[in-house]
Each structure stands twice: as C-alpha cells, then as structure tokens.
C-alpha cells in the first residue's frame, strides 16, 4: 500500500501538477500587485479615487461588488496583455521554424519499402 502511495506520488503528472500550483499562486500574487500597487493607482491618478466601496443601494453593498468587477477586469486584461499576448507570439514564432523545415528523412526501411512499391508497380 505506501509502495503505491510513493508511486502515485512520484508520478511525473503529480509532481508537474504540484509545480504548477505553487508557481501559479506566485504569479498570482504578482498579478494582484501588480492590479493594487501600480494599476489602480494609476486610474486613481487619472480619474479620481478608484475606490466604489462607499457606493450603497439600501442594504445593498454594490461598491465592493463594482470593486470587484473592476479588479477582475484589471486582473484579466493584465494577465492578457502581460502572459497570452507574448505567448502567443512565441508560438507563432516556432511554429512558422516548424513551417519551413524540411521534413525529416523517412528510415531506411521505408526507403526501401517504397523502392520496393516502385518496382511492383512497373512489373504489374
């Protein structure tokens, strides 16, 4: 049972997984940094405070919800403009060398495989 358990455990999907989450939830904090120390300053600057907490509908707390809207709007286009854009144009980039590289010598069983094929056919 714990030689299944280390197993599990020690699987490559696990550990990537792992990897993944704690390097994930740092970016994350940069992210929110990023959103609540220089971005939303930044729209204070220009167009006032850009705090809606006060804003109240009766009961109804709607400035922590515009707050939110609003941080989620920041968080989203960051993450855009800061991760997908580069990483797409990384993509594109490798796959255009992928594009143009002459494709790979087929094996030499295959070489005579198709010699083969070709002498068949002449004889038929």
Known sequence: ????????????????LAVAVVV???FGQVV???VADVITPLIGALGGAPDFSGIKLGPVA????????L??????TAIYFLVVVPMQAVQNRLQKKAETAPPPEPPEEVRLLREILEELRKKA
């Open 32 to 34: 929110n940094s990023l």
């Open 62 to 69: 709607l400035g922590k919800f515009l707050n939110a809207l």
């Open 24 to 26: 994930g939830t740092a």
């Open 71 to 76: 941080n989620f709007l920041i968080v989203g």
């Open 1 to 16: 049972m714990w030689k299944g358990l280390r197993d599990f455990l020690m699987r490559g999907n696990v550990v990537d």
